[in-house]
């Protein structure tokens, strides 16, 4: 049985206090470059790089050794579906997978040589992985096969989320955007208005996503990939390569000049109608991770790993300007939200996991709301509610 206990979050500031969010340098071990960094935790994180290098922490970056991943392919993505069982996919059709926190690596069978860019996995079972000349390859039963899938393109695909097991989003070259509502079975072409090349894309729900790329072009797409409309990020000649969002208010890209070869993150606190810039003083950067809503990494060219202790999500629960209940506590999962405004005619419900994904969202005329989170695992949530007279946000702990 779970029980919530529902309080209010001391933890989230207003965002007026933090303008920028300081980037503190840390010791890789390596000047490979280091493509993909992934964080199960705020302690445990991995990343991969040219050459096969594979790095660990246990520590939060205070430390990090190699592993051995056992093969000397440039490896481009890392994801983990729990502390222990991970994945990294590469040039030359490489897949690898631990089950030991990286103590080894298992090579699985692709069944191509073609080179993998990204891979990403909504579940323990079901992942993807996509690369050059449009593939896409799906796997159900924690890559022990690999099935094609027909995306419609040729052009290489760098990136790729799903924000459950139906709803996905793919970018790539030549200003590629497709997408799927059926788990992948067909693929759709999205409009993005650019021939620049994608890098990344994510999505806060199934309709909700950002894509970024070269020429300082950031995207966002309102209705699952089909259409997208530019967001000012007010940098000048940045490469974009990754994108994050803890919440619908704060994200994060980071990128950087390949002349120069110097660095870019900026941050936005409205949904990405204003961006400001984060000081890093580093070499150009690849990939983000957020483990929680406190803390943030960043891995790039040179063995550059970057590490942030100073976020704020952009959320002010000192100013919450409605009332509302949250009941019963202790509960079994199921939770029931009450606003305490009975001229309200609309309220907007998203609960965000500690990684800042949307786990549940719903729009509703009704002040009371019912939501089962039941089928959550134990941790910390955090409910933002609208109305049509303000916003406030509730931390939720699932416990056992």
Not at 151 to 168: E, H, K, P, R, V
Not at 288 to 305: H, R
Not at 320 to 344: L, Q
Request: hydrophobic share 35%.
């Amino acid at each position: 049985m779970k029980k919530i206990t529902i309080i209010l979050s001391s933890l989230l500031l207003s965002f007026s206090v933090y303008a920028q969010t300081a980037w503190v340098s840390q010791i890789s071990g390596t000047t490979n470059t280091l493509n993909s960094v992934y964080f199960p935790n705020t302690n445990l994180g991995y990343i991969v790089g040219i050459g096969g290098v594979a790095l660990k922490t246990a520590n939060g970056g205070l430390t990090w050794y190699p592993t051995t991943s056992g093969t000397a392919e440039d490896l481009h993505s890392v994801q983990f579906t729990s502390v222990d069982t991970g994945y990294a996919a590469g040039n030359n059709g490489t897949i690898l997978k631990t089950t030991n926190g990286c103590i080894s690596w298992t090579p699985l069978n692709s069944g191509t040589t073609t080179n993998f860019r990204f891979l990403y996995f909504v579940n323990a079972n079901t992942g993807f992985v996509c690369g050059s000349n449009g593939i896409i390859l799906k796997t159900t039963n924690a890559g022990l096969t690999w099935t094609s899938q027909l995306s419609g393109t040729t052009q290489a695909l760098y990136g790729l989320y799903f924000a459950d097991l139906n709803n996905g989003c793919a970018v790539g070259y030549n200003g590629t955007i497709i997408y799927t509502s059926n788990g992948g079975t067909t693929w759709t072409a999205g409009v993005s208005g650019t021939s620049t090349v994608f890098y990344y894309v994510t999505f806060l729900s199934a309709t909700t996503g950002f894509a970024v790329g070269d020429n300082d072009v950031a995207l966002k797409t309102t209705n699952g990939g089909s259409t997208w409309t530019p967001m000012n990020t007010a940098t000048t000649g940045q490469n974009l390569t990754c994108v994050k969002f803890l919440n619908a208010s704060t994200g994060f890209i980071a990128g950087g000049n390949i002349a120069a070869d110097t660095s870019t993150i900026i941050k936005t606190v409205d949904g990405g109608l204003t961006w400001t810039n984060q000081p890093t003083n580093t070499t150009r950067l690849a990939r983000l991770s957020f483990p929680g809503f406190s803390v943030g990494y960043a891995c790039g060219v040179n063995g550059t790993i970057i590490k942030t202790t100073g976020i704020n999500i952009g959320i002010n629960e000192n100013e919450n300007t409605i009332s509302c209940d949250v009941y019963p506590n202790p509960s079994t999962g199921i939770v029931e939200i009450s606003v305490n405004d009975k001229s309200n005619k609309k309220t907007s419900i998203n609960v965000f996991n500690n990684s800042g994904q949307i786990i549940y969202s719903e729009n509703t005329a009704n002040n009371i709301i019912t939501i089962d989170l039941s089928k959550q695992s134990k941790g910390i949530y955090f409910a933002e509610i609208k109305t049509e007279k303000g916003i406030t946000t509730k931390k939720i702990v699932l416990a056992e």
